[in-house]
C-alpha cells in the first residue's frame, strides 16, 4: 500500500499535478480558420472587424494594413525545466483600400516565417559639412546647448 502512495506522490509530482498542459493563447482564436472566410474585393473593413475584432497592430500609410496575432504557448516537461514551448504563432496581415474594401490578405505561420529573408542594407547619411541640413541642425544644437548666447563671452 505505500508503494502505491509513493508512487502516486511521485507521479503527482512529476507531472505537475495535472495531465492535461496549460495551454496560454494570446490573440485571435482560429486565426487561419476565419483568415478562408475573407473574400478579396467583396470583404470590407466592416466583415472584417466583426469576424476578427480589433486588430493587435493597425498602420496607415498608402493603405490601411491591419495585423491580427495568434500565439498559442504551453509549459515544457519536466526535462526542459519548465520552459515554454510554442506551439501555434500565426500573423495575418490585411490590406485595405482607401474605400475600407478587402485588396490583399497574407497569413504566415511558423513555416513561412522561417522562409521570409530580411534585407541587412544600412542606410546612409547623405548630408555634407557644408549643406545647408547641416548648417540648420548645427545652430539648432547651439541655441539648445547656450539659449542666453553667455558661454562664448568670458
Known amino acids: 500500500m505505500k508503494k502505491i502512495f509513493y508512487l502516486l506522490i511521485i507521479y503527482l509530482l512529476l507531472t505537475d499535478c495535472n495531465v492535461k498542459k496549460k495551454i496560454d493563447h494570446h490573440g485571435v482564436h482560429l486565426l487561419e ?41 504551453t509549459s515544457g516537461n519536466l526535462i526542459n525545466l519548465g520552459g515554454k514551448k510554442l506551439l501555434v504563432n500565426n500573423v495575418l496581415v490585411v490590406e485595405l483600400d482607401d474605400r475600407g474594401m478587402l485588396v ?17 542594407k544600412v542606410t546612409e547619411v547623405d548630408y555634407q559639412k557644408t549643406s545647408f541640413i547641416y548648417d540648420f541642425l548645427s545652430s539648432m544644437r547651439q541655441k539648445v546647448n547656450d539659449p542666453l548666447g553667455k558661454r562664448n563671452r568670458k
Open 33 to 73: 480558420k476565419k483568415n478562408k472566410l475573407l473574400k478579396i474585393n467583396q470583404s470590407n473593413k466592416n466583415d472584417i472587424l466583426k469576424l476578427l475584432g480589433p486588430p493587435s497592430v493597425q498602420s496607415s500609410f498608402d493603405n490601411d494594413l491591419l495585423f491580427y496575432i495568434e500565439r498559442k504557448i
Open 104 to 120: 490583399k490578405n497574407e497569413f504566415y505561420d511558423l513555416k513561412k516565417m522561417n522562409n521570409i529573408k530580411i534585407v541587412k
